[in-house]
């Protein structure tokens, strides 16, 4: 009695399949087999065995059944590979602080940057303690040395070529402590027993929300090279510094609620000059604040700081009417 042909074994020199065991029988595989003289389902086959399921090309075809390939990608789904070129991050591996050629030349003028920086770190510490031992003169004076520093760690960086993300951080982190709460600090011990104490915690309270706020809006806004988006911190330290340093002849409300429009104008949108353009300007215009300090500090200061706060409505009105 013949045998059913799909009980027939195919030998593994075949040039159409080979199977690592015997097929199993039944209807499903002969319909396979009849359907089977296409190229297509002569490529690829999926054996429909329970124990394996192994799929063998023959290398002179060149094409791929695509019912096959879906039966196989339901059995073993492919995982994403890396490539050669993007190799898998070390586990508890750290990012380096210094981009770039990390030669002893460059580490040097990394840290000498990010001396600076510290330095305005612990100049502001400083001006808090000396500020709670009564000494507001001093604090402003190491104020006004944390204004200098912050400038130059800036400075230094661009000039050595070793700006970074880090140093960025860093100096941020740096003026939070100098002028977000050193500042505010000083300026509160300088109007013990002129307002009332509510008035003077709430007024100083308000530079330090609006310096991190200010800061922090500062690091993740695009950079405008002409003008910065509000008062920055170190201006506002520096004219907070120098009120206390030369000691306005105005009453206590007068310097809370002054206090109070400086820390505002910190978080505004009002587009303000920043030094370099302001340095461009004629020298004429230049020799007159000299003059005026020479005259009365005090006064030449009160102006110098009110035309500064309204130069940014201002320019945010020309910028309105011109758009």
């Not at 094409?63 to 789904?77: F, G, H, M, T, Y």
């Not at 004629?282 to 000299?290: N, T, Y």
Request: with cysteine; aromatic share 6%; net charge positive.
């Amino acid at each position: 009695m013949p045998r059913a042909p799909w009980r027939r074994r195919i030998s593994t020199d075949s040039p159409r399949l080979a199977f690592d065991s015997p097929r199993p029988g039944g209807r499903r595989w002969y319909g396979l087999r009849r359907g089977g003289s296409t190229l297509a389902r002569q490529v690829l086959r999926v054996r429909v065995g329970r124990r394996s399921r192994v799929a063998v090309v023959h290398p002179d075809s060149h094409s791929i059944d695509p019912l096959a390939v879906r039966e196989i990608q339901a059995i073993a789904p492919v995982s994403p590979a890396v490539g050669p070129s993007e190799p898998a991050p070390a586990v508890g591996m750290s990012i380096p602080l210094l981009p770039g050629e990390r030669t002893l030349a460059r580490r040097a003028k990394f840290a000498l940057v990010n001396s600076c920086t510290l330095a305005s770190l612990g100049l502001g510490l400083l001006a808090i303690f000396l500020a709670m031992q009564g000494d507001v003169r001093i604090a402003a004076i190491c104020l006004v040395a944390c204004v200098v520093f912050d400038g130059l760690d800036g400075l230094l960086a661009r000039r050595l070529g070793v700006a970074s993300p880090f140093g960025a951080q860093m100096d941020s982190l740096a003026d939070m402590c100098s002028f977000g709460l050193a500042a505010p600090v000083v300026v509160y011990a300088s109007l013990a027993g002129t307002v009332s104490t509510a008035a003077a915690a709430v007024a100083c309270a308000l530079v330090a929300g609006c310096a991190a706020i200010r800061l922090a809006r500062f690091n993740v806004s695009p950079k405008d090279g002409r003008f910065f988006c509000g008062v920055p911190t170190t201006m506002a330290a520096a004219v907070l510094a120098l009120a206390v340093l030369i000691g306005l002849p105005v009453s206590g409300t007068l310097v809370v609620a002054g206090v109070a429009i400086l820390a505002f104008t910190m978080v505004s949108s009002f587009p303000y000059a920043k030094l370099a353009r302001l340095v461009k300007l004629p020298p004429w215009l230049l020799l007159v604040p000299v003059v005026g300090g020479l005259l009365d500090i005090r006064a030449t200061f009160f102006a110098i700081v009110i035309a500064y706060l309204a130069s940014g409505p201002l320019l945010w009105l020309r910028q309105r009417r011109t758009a």
